[in-house]
């Protein structure tokens, strides 16, 4: 492979690490708003405090969209770690390519040297 689909497949491993990076963060911080939702819940209860049914209600449709969205990003990690595992294996590859292309030129310089 040439210099520019060498620099072409890390550019690809580059941008691909900074979408997990971001989506690691963005389900950190959903995972931070449910428990803090849950706790707001959970100690509304524990004081007797019965909340009135519309915030009940939005904060039930508010942990249900956050489930929704820390479901959708696992999968997506999912699919990152995928990709990460394909790009591992096309450097394996390249490696190796390197390699046999590196033996390849040294078998025809001691041809030509004959």
């Given at each position: 492979m040439n210099a520019r689909g060498d620099a072409e497949i890390w550019m690809k491993m580059l941008e691909m690490l900074r979408t997990i990076r971001v989506s690691k963060e963005k389900l950190e911080e959903l995972e931070r708003m449910v428990n803090r939702l849950t706790a707001e819940m959970a100690e509304a209860?524990?004081?007797?405090?019965?909340?009135?049914?519309?915030?009940?209600?939005?904060?039930?449709?508010?942990?249900?969209?956050?489930?929704?969205?820390?479901?959708?990003?696992?999968?997506?990690?999912?699919?990152?770690?995928?990709?990460?595992?394909?790009?591992?294996?096309?450097?394996?590859?390249?490696?190796?390519?390197?390699l046999i292309m590196d033996q390849i030129r040294e078998q025809l310089r001691k041809k030509l040297q004959v």
């Open positions: 209860s524990r004081r007797g405090v019965l909340p009135n049914p519309g915030d009940a209600y939005e904060q039930l449709q508010a942990l249900a969209r956050l489930s929704s969205a820390i479901e959708r990003i696992g999968r997506e990690m999912e699919e990152l770690e995928r990709l990460e595992r394909k790009i591992q294996a096309l450097e394996k590859r390249i490696e190796m390519d390197q």
